[in-house]
T-cell receptor, first 113, second 110 residues
Framework: DGGITQSPKYLFRKEGQNVTLSCEQN?????MYWYRQDPGQGLRLIYY???????QKGDIAEGYSVSREKKESFPLTVTSAQKNPTAFYLC????????????FGPGTRLTVL | GQNIDQPTEMTATEGAIVQINCTYQTSGFNGLFWYQQHAGEAPTFLSYNVLDGLEEKGRFSSFLSRSKGYSYLLLKELQMKDSASYLC???????????FGQGTELSVKP
């Protein structure tokens, strides 16, 4: 089945540790995105990539890093510099045109203790 | 700025019709998406509007007025399973980015 997978669904980490969230898609999409969602709020863009080996900062990139070495994969690292990392993280992909629909993975809920 | 406004919460009765509004800044507008998100789950695509008018898909319809910077999502024959957050998202001329509104939490009551 074609789709976007994120793992794990729930993740717990101690404060001060870096953690990497995975996102894989087999839709042959060029563009991939990472969003953060806090309770009762909409989605805020962290980073996005429109092509392999290239990515741009979104609105809240501080404390996060990404890589795009393969078309299928767009991992997000939450670093210790991110002051409030506990949130629901969503990965999405699209064909890459501004009018194309973005399709979302199931999300990873990160809790930092 | 690229502000998107939608009501925070709405309540409606099973079987009724509800309209969820969304307003946005018109400069550089490309298109508008509606997504449905159940609690703890990923958003799922409902509709996309780029031209003025109404797009109908079964019980759900979405309307757009480009000149007014206004859209609405219309849900008919409401069912309990329609209780969810409805997200309005707009693409502007900035290369592939979507900006999301805060979402409207819809509660459908018997």
């Amino acid at each position: 089945d074609g789709g976007i997978t994120q793992s794990p669904k729930y993740l717990f980490r101690k404060e001060g540790q870096n953690v990497t969230l995975s996102c894989e898609q087999n839709l042959n999409h060029d563009a991939m995105y990472w969003y953060r969602q806090d309770p009762g709020q909409g989605l805020r863009l962290i980073y996005y990539s429109q092509i392999v080996n290239d990515f741009q900062k979104g609105d809240i990139a501080e404390g996060y890093s990404v890589s795009r070495e393969k078309k299928e994969s767009f991992p997000l690292t939450v670093t210790s510099a991110q002051k409030n990392p506990t949130a629901f993280y969503l990965c999405a992909s699209s064909s890459g045109q501004v009018t194309d629909t973005q399709y979302f993975g199931p999300g990873t809920r990160l809790t930092v203790l | 700025g690229q502000n998107i406004d939608q009501p925070t919460e709405m309540t409606a009765t099973e079987g009724a019709i509800v309209q969820i509004n969304c307003t946005y800044q018109t400069s550089g507008f490309n298109g508008l998406f509606w997504y449905q998100q159940h609690a703890g789950e990923a958003p799922t695509f409902l509709s996309y509007n780029v031209l003025d008018g109404l797009e109908e898909k079964g019980r759900f319809s979405s309307f757009l007025s480009r000149s007014k910077g206004y859209s609405y999502l219309l849900l008919k024959e409401l069912q309990m399973k329609d209780s969810a957050s409805y997200l309005c998202a707009v693409s502007w001329n900035q290369g592939g980015k979507l900006i999301f509104g805060q979402g409207t939490e819809l509660s459908v009551k018997p």
